[in-house]
């Protein structure tokens, strides 16, 4: 049995479905209600799932990959010359710098953050609104420079893909969630889990449990391992790599924009003992000026919407803030 077989039947045994994205992209009326309405089951089963098939270039994805060792093989004094901050969330992200889970300890990862760069001119940006300043980038790697911006291209497009499928598995507009995503505050992230000494899981924890904060997110990572995602009814299953698969996550904002038809799993990642572990992840959060509302099919005289309307722009942001240690 190949690889990708044991890979696939393994998280289909653990609950995290397969599905073949094809179907959707490509296929016609019934091959598209189909493919939704199994990611939709999985959206509010399990809050995850992989896609294969999905209309990525492999090149594109290696490319990323090949560029985010380049970038963190740089001498530290290089990678800290371009620094997030709490203010300006895009550039190199020190291991320890985020995150105090239930555990108390920070994330043992380094990073580096990019979302959409909009330039001097954009309106957004001269009304000094947070969230909207430049990226930062490493001096003297054009090449990291143009595999980042190359692949959010890439995930723009699957955004949209997805977003359709979301709505359709609702039963709304094909187009429904498209108008919040013109100028969206996506955020690609590189992250590299530096290896940590033998321990109690508790001091390895690469991230700790969290959910994602946006719409979704769109993850590849390498075949080290580590990721884990919560089981319902307790317990922790891990989330593999699988070749040529994204895996694809539920945040808390789709989680209120679904009155929590669709659920945002709690997740982490425990760092292995020795050896590096590279994952990339795009988060999918709507523009800083939408507003999030239970959807009509998400609610009814008998299901009250549970959120109140949400300003994505305020919650970013101090979900942004909040992570620095």
Known sequence: MS???????????????????????????????????????????VGFFYIRNHGV???????????????????????????ATREHYRGYVASRALGKGRYGKPDLFEGFKMQLDLGPDDPDVKAGKPLHLPNKWPAGMPAFQAACNAYW????????RLLRAFAMALGEPEERFLPYFRKPLAQLSLLHYIPEPEDAIEARLGINPHRDTGAFTILTQDDTGGLEVVRRGGGWIPAPSIPGAYLINIGNM?????????????????????????SIPFFANADFDAVVECLPSCCGPDNPPRYPPTDVGQFMYEEFSRNWD
């Open 3 to 45: 690889n990708v077989a044991v890979a696939r039947n393994e998280t289909e045994l653990a609950g995290i479905p397969v599905i073949d994205f094809e179907s959707f992209v490509a296929g016609g009326g019934a091959d598209r209600r189909s493919a939704a309405a199994e990611i939709g089951a999985a959206c509010e089963n």
């Open 57 to 83: 270039p492999a090149a594109a994805i290696e490319r990323m990959f090949g560029q985010a060792r380049a970038f963190f093989a740089l001498p530290m004094e290089r990678k800290l010359a371009i620094p």
């Open 153 to 160: 291209d890439e995930m723009i497009v699957l955004t949209g």
């Open 254 to 278: 789709m989680q209120r924009w679904t009155n929590d038809r669709f659920v945002s799993t709690p997740h982490r990642v425990i760092n292995p003992a020795r050896q590096d572990r590279m």
